[in-house]
């Protein structure tokens, strides 16, 4: 059975769910930081809010596409996700960009699977192409920027979006 875009997307949301359970809660925003201070506790995770590291102007920009306001993928505010609309939809499904605040500790010191090292994002970045994803470590933070379902360069668009959080810090 062929793997179809929506199969992979499915899987890939799947993954981003469990990533997102097992990584934990944080702690209060503080505004203007995404490195801000730790949530008190062991975590390592940043009290950034995610859907405020971004906005929907950017996220069209980056896509070529009209994003909508992002809303909040967990209770604690770590991740969120922008629905996209535009020509360069792919059929089949929703096409999106989401970001997750993730634990420092989380972030994947090596290129797992066929993740592969890039540069000129953070202090160091994976992409996953097969889950759409970008995963970035700058600082004392780490996060990651998925933009799946969209006929684009999903590398580029997700690189770019990488760069305006990191920019943030």
């Known amino acids: 059975m062929p793997i179809t875009p929506v199969r992979r997307f499915g899987a890939s949301l799947t993954l981003l769910?469990?990533?997102?359970?097992?990584?934990g809660c944080g702690g209060?925003?503080?505004?203007?930081?995404i490195a801000g201070k730790q949530d008190g506790g062991n975590s390592g995770k940043s009290s950034a809010k995610a859907c405020e590291?971004?906005?929907?102007?950017?996220?069209?920009?980056?896509t070529s596409t009209t994003a909508e306001v992002g809303t909040s993928s967990?209770?604690?505010?770590?991740?969120?996700?922008?629905v996209v609309h535009g020509p360069e939809d792919a059929e089949g499904g929703v096409s999106s960009v989401s970001i997750d605040v993730l634990d420092e500790d989380a972030y994947p010191g090596s290129a797992p699977g066929a993740a592969v090292p890039?540069?000129?994002?953070?202090d160091s970045a994976l992409w996953a192409a097969g889950?759409?994803?970008?995963y970035v470590h700058a600082g004392s933070s780490a996060f990651s920027v998925q933009v799946?379902?969209?006929?684009?360069?999903?590398?580029?668009?997700?690189k770019e979006l990488a760069g305006k959080v990191v920019a943030r810090l």
């Not at 967990?74 to 991740?79: E, I, L």
């Not at 890039?118 to 953070?122: A, F, L, Y």
Request: proline letters at 2%.
């Open 118 to 122: 890039v540069s000129g994002v953070g």
């Open 74 to 82: 967990s209770g604690d505010g770590q991740a969120c996700k922008w």
């Open 131 to 134: 889950l759409y994803t970008l």
């Open 148 to 158: 799946v379902l969209l006929k684009i360069d999903q590398q580029a668009a997700a």
């Open 53 to 62: 590291l971004l906005t929907a102007e950017e996220i069209g920009a980056a």
């Open 28 to 33: 209060s925003a503080d505004p203007g930081s």
């Open 17 to 23: 769910t469990l990533l997102t359970a097992l990584n």
